[in-house]
Structures are given as C-alpha cells and as structure tokens.
C-alpha cells in the first residue's frame, strides 16, 4: 500500500517552458500532499504543502508565481514550473501524507527537469 | 530554529558487519520518528518509522529511539552492498517533518 505515482519521470525542453509534473496517491487519500526539490548531492528542500481545497503554503524563498500548486482532489497534486529557465533544472519529488499527521510521507519516484 | 543533524559520512562498513547511523533532534516535542533510504537519482523510501522509545525490529533492521537524549539510530545487521545509499533522518512534531541531510553509507565487498 501507500503507493505514491508521480509523473513525468524526466523532462527536457527549451528555456521559457512551462512544465506540468503530476503527483497522485494511488490506493490511498492523501489530504496533505508536498513538493520537494534535490539539487545533486544536496538534501532535500521543501518548496511548498498543499492541502486539497485549499491554496498552497510556500516555504521562504519559494516564488509562488513562478512554482503553481494545485491540488484540486484527495489523489493529485500537480505543480506547474511557469516559464522555466535552467536554473531551475533539478529533481522535483512529491510525497503525500497517508493518514493522520503523525503518519510517514510516502514519496513520488520524482521527476528530473532539465531545461536547455 | 528545529534542526535534525547526521553525520554526512561516508560511513563505510563491510559486508556482513552492522551498520549504525545516528540522528539527533533538538525539538523536545517531537513525536515521531522515520528513516528513509535514497538511492543515487532516486527518491527516498520509508525504511522505518519509529514512535516511542526503545527498540524497534524489522528485519535485518532496528531503529533506535531516546527521547530524553533527543537521539534516534538505525541498526543495519548483516550489511549487504545493496544497503549502499543516503539514509535520512525525518523527524515530527507538531509542525512540518524535517529532514536531516542524510548519512552516506558505503558497504565495502
């Protein structure tokens, strides 16, 4: 169980690209569901929480316009990198909460976005 | 400001030997405990999520867990090389999961 998709699995194209990368919970609901970014041999970065119904929580730093959040049921979440440049190449993971609060994140199997 | 250290190793270990990798949290309040493994170009894997104090089996792993020390480790027994990768330490309160940096471990044939 707790089985967490995430979608696509790499991503190349040109710089002023919007990218779509989806992140579903698949035999579970996941209320709570957030996005990371990995540099390579850095530590994970919590860019943003989002919780279904509601706006997302961006961490410090984060630009909210540039990192669109939604996530519009209890399965997926998606996260749209508006216009971007390759600065913003990285390793993109979701994970989702399953349960209550106290409960593990379970996580994506994370998208890698090189941009040109 | 709520921080969960590890040690960045390497840390090698021969095949066969246990592992031990140690974390330590400086919340007080926090309430539980996880250990991941991520493989290079990989997403992390819950290994073990561990919520009060003492001992915690599962497999050829143990996860450790000392409240009043603000302590946490993970036991690997009988290290395989496959165990080579970055384990990190994530710890909850009542707020966010924070994650540690991640111990590298490298099982020497």
């Known amino acids: 169980g707790a089985v967490v998709s995430q979608h696509p699995s790499r991503v190349i194209c040109k710089s002023g690209t919007s990218v779509k990368i989806e992140c579903r919970s698949l035999?579970?609901?996941?209320?709570?569901m957030f996005w990371y970014r990995q540099f390579p041999k850095q530590s994970l970065m919590l860019m943003a929480t989002?919780?279904?119904?509601?706006?997302?929580?961006?961490e410090q730093g984060v630009e909210k316009d540039k990192f669109l959040i939604n996530h519009a049921s209890l399965t997926l979440s998606t996260l749209t990198v508006t216009s971007a440049h390759p600065e913003d190449s990285s390793f993109y993971i979701c994970?989702?909460?399953?349960?209550?609060?106290?409960?593990?994140?379970?996580f994506g199997d994370g998208t890698r976005l090189s941009i040109l | 400001q709520k921080e969960v250290e590890q040690n960045s190793g390497p840390l090698s270990v021969p095949e066969g030997a246990i592992a031990s990798l140690n974390c330590t949290y400086s919340d007080r309040g926090s309430q539980s405990f996880f250990w991941y493994r991520q493989y290079s170009g990989k997403s992390p894997e819950l290994i073990m999520s561990?919520?009060?104090?003492g001992d915690k089996e599962d497999g050829r792993f143990t996860a450790q867990l000392n409240k009043a020390s603000q302590y946490v480790s993970l036991l690997i027994r009988d290290s395989q090389p496959s165990d080579s990768a970055t384990y990190l330490c994530?710890?909850?309160?009542?707020?966010?999961?924070?994650f540690g940096k991640g111990t590298r471990l490298h099982i020497l044939p």
């Open positions: 994530a710890v909850k309160g009542d707020d966010k999961i924070i």
């Open positions: 994970s989702a909460l399953q349960g209550p609060p106290n409960q593990p994140q379970h």
């Open positions: 035999d579970f609901q996941a209320t709570t």
């Open positions: 561990i919520y009060s104090n």
């Open positions: 989002s919780n279904e119904g509601s706006k997302a929580t961006y």
